[in-house]
């Protein structure tokens, strides 16, 4: 098992930083970055917001995961719940067709005001693959790919931050 902890800084308040978190999703059409995402599922209840999110990895997907991962198998699909009123984000990502005999991820983030004018994103994450022999190298591979696709999202939800500061949202 792979352990990644994260955690990315916000010039910007904590209502701020919620909003462009989710807020996002519904521009696609202004952020290529995020291309590879397709929504399936969005409902709220209560003060949980569920989500099914289907994540292309077919571009960027390392040699490693090449050899192990059954054909068509280049989608991830996220399955989580953020809870609006603690700011917690809990998921669990499985490659497509039910393959988390292969590997899967598990993980939360938390969103928490650090001052007024600032906030902080913090990501707890578990890979796990259970190949044989080759599971350590996949746990590693995923880890990279993981935590390039954070710094990614993170860039993506500071430049809309900055649309909305520009009124171009």
Do not use: C, W
């Not at 701020?16 to 696609?28: G, N, S, V």
């Not at 991830?76 to 590997?103: A, R």
């Amino acid at each position: 098992m792979k352990i990644l902890e994260i955690t990315q800084e916000f010039n910007v308040s904590l209502e701020t930083l919620l909003k462009a978190r989710q807020e996002r999703y519904k521009h696609l059409d202004k952020f290529p970055e995020l291309k590879n995402v397709k929504i399936i599922e969005d409902r709220l209840e209560g003060n949980q917001l569920f989500q099914i999110r289907h994540i292309s990895i077919g571009a960027s997907i390392p040699p490693i995961l090449t050899q192990v991962l059954p054909k068509g198998a280049d989608t991830l699909v996220e399955e989580s719940v953020f809870y609006l009123d603690t700011n917690k984000h809990i998921f669990k990502v499985v490659p497509s067709g039910n393959n988390d005999n292969l590997f899967f991820i598990q993980g939360e983030s938390l969103y928490e005001a650090k001052t007024p004018y600032s906030s902080v994103r913090t990501y707890k994450i578990q890979i796990t693959s259970k190949i044989l022999f080759l599971g350590p190298a996949v746990e590693v591979a995923i880890a990279e790919i993981y935590s390039n696709s954070l710094k990614k999202d993170m860039d993506s939800i500071q430049h809309f931050i900055q649309m909305l500061n520009q009124n171009q949202i």
